[in-house]
């Protein structure tokens, strides 16, 4: 089995931290390809980030289903260009976001994400909403810019573990959901450290993929993920033409 892994931001140590999550938790005989966008912001913090991320990701996405991939996760929590990607490709993509809050409702009722930065934690209420977690879902910003997640000499694991604990002493949350793909090499301590289920988005989606491919499900291209309608695109956007991009 073949499995995509794309990080739509451009910093290549953060795709090998997702990757390395991703092999960890792969079945025998899944084959993880990661590969970084050529194109686009160096992390995604707020929609204007997510936006210009979107056009790199769809390149990648689309040239490892011509290359063979049988299943895509976009690796970034905000599920960046999800929808966009889905109605693309014929074989199954997974979002960070939604595969982790799967995971969770099957073992806890109350549920806390913690991210990164403020300005990110309305766009995942809006996804936790959209997925129909609303009511069982808090989500918490640790006030951590992606990157720092890099630097030993940051803060930013301290920042992210007093969240964590408020999560624990006043959401009075059950599994935590780390919300960023650069947290997933935390997951193992942070279980260890605060006894409740931690919840990293790359596995997560990692085994969901699996299930899917196994199970010989694609997406739907009646409705909503029904392929784009071949027509022009213009100027600089001439190789995302649905006739270009999916040929």
Do not use: W
Not at 64 to 73: D, H, L, M, Y
Not at 103 to 111: G, L, M, V
């Amino acid at each position: 089995m073949k499995i995509l892994l794309v990080n739509p931001n451009t910093t290549a140590s953060m795709t090998a931290t997702a990757a390395h999550a991703a092999r960890l938790v792969a079945a025998h005989g899944t084959d993880v390809v990661a590969v970084t966008s050529s194109m686009g912001p160096v992390s995604i913090e707020g929609y204007y980030d997510e936006a210009f991320a979107v056009p790199g990701l769809l390149l990648e996405i689309a040239a490892g289903e011509k290359a063979g991939a049988q299943a895509a996760i976009i690796a970034c929590f905000d599920d960046t260009g999800l929808d966009a990607a889905r109605a693309m490709a014929n074989i199954p993509v997974i979002g960070l976001c939604e595969a982790a809050l799967c995971a969770a409702s099957f073992i806890a009722q109350r549920i806390t994400i913690v991210t990164t930065m403020e300005r990110s934690r309305l766009p995942l209420e809006r996804l936790v909403y959209r997925y129909g977690m609303s009511g069982r879902t808090k989500v918490r910003a640790a006030d951590i810019p992606v990157l720092s997640l890099e630097d030993p000499s940051s803060n930013a694991r301290a920042r992210l573990c007093q969240q964590m604990e408020l999560a624990l002493r006043e959401d009075r949350a059950e599994a935590i959901v780390l919300g960023c793909a650069g947290m997933a090499d935390l997951t193992a301590d942070l279980r260890k450290e605060f006894g409740v289920p931690v919840i990293d988005g790359v596995a997560a989606a990692v085994k969901q993929a699996e299930c899917l491919v196994a199970l010989g499900l694609t997406t739907s291209k009646v409705g909503a993920y029904a392929s784009p309608i071949h027509k022009p695109y213009l100027g600089a956007l001439t190789p995302f033409s649905p006739e270009v991009i999916m040929a």
